[in-house]
């Protein structure tokens, strides 16, 4: 499982840079085509707010794997460390439920896509992001979930 885990972290940390490094390059492009040849490549700007998108949503998805999403930690940090884990666990409960809701909540909007606008591609294929996302959403929370429940688990047989 472990391993399973590492082999996601690095395609996404890939894929989000080449999305990422993409994305700039399509832009600088443009600029260039739009400045100097003043030919601007219509669709370019519609392309790069894709891959925007589409990085945001795997470095968010990575992020729960590394526990980096921004929590306020107020009142978090000041209760037992034992009730901090359990509410770790809450939470990634919490995101594997709604990943579960989200990944089959997508397939009712595939329904009621139609072509971009300046691509003229099927919306479908643009948004086959959101499924991916939500499951590396579920993916990241159960090793999450199963990680933290071991520790928990190995502590107390410990103490």
Request: proline content about 3%; overall charge positive; hydrophobic content about 55%.
């Amino acid at each position: 499982m472990e391993r399973l885990n590492l082999i996601v972290l690095k395609m996404e940390t890939y894929l989000g840079v080449v999305l990422i490094g993409s994305m700039l390059g399509l832009i600088f492009i443009n600029i260039l085509m739009r400045y100097l040849l003043t030919a601007p490549i219509y669709w370019s700007d519609e392309l790069a707010s894709y891959l925007f998108v589409y990085s945001t949503l795997l470095s968010a998805a990575s992020a729960i794997q590394h526990d980096s999403h921004v929590r306020v930690g107020v009142i978090f940090n000041k209760l037992p460390l034992r009730v901090q884990k359990l509410f770790l666990i809450l939470q990634y409960l919490l995101i594997f439920g709604v990943s579960l809701v989200l990944f089959m909540a997508t397939f009712k909007i595939f329904r009621t896509l139609g072509p971009s606008p300046a691509m003229q591609i099927h919306e479908k294929y643009i948004y086959l992001i959101l499924p991916v996302t939500f499951v590396l959403f579920f993916l990241h929370s159960m090793f999450q979930i199963v990680n933290r429940v071991a520790h928990l688990f190995r502590k107390q047989k410990g103490a």
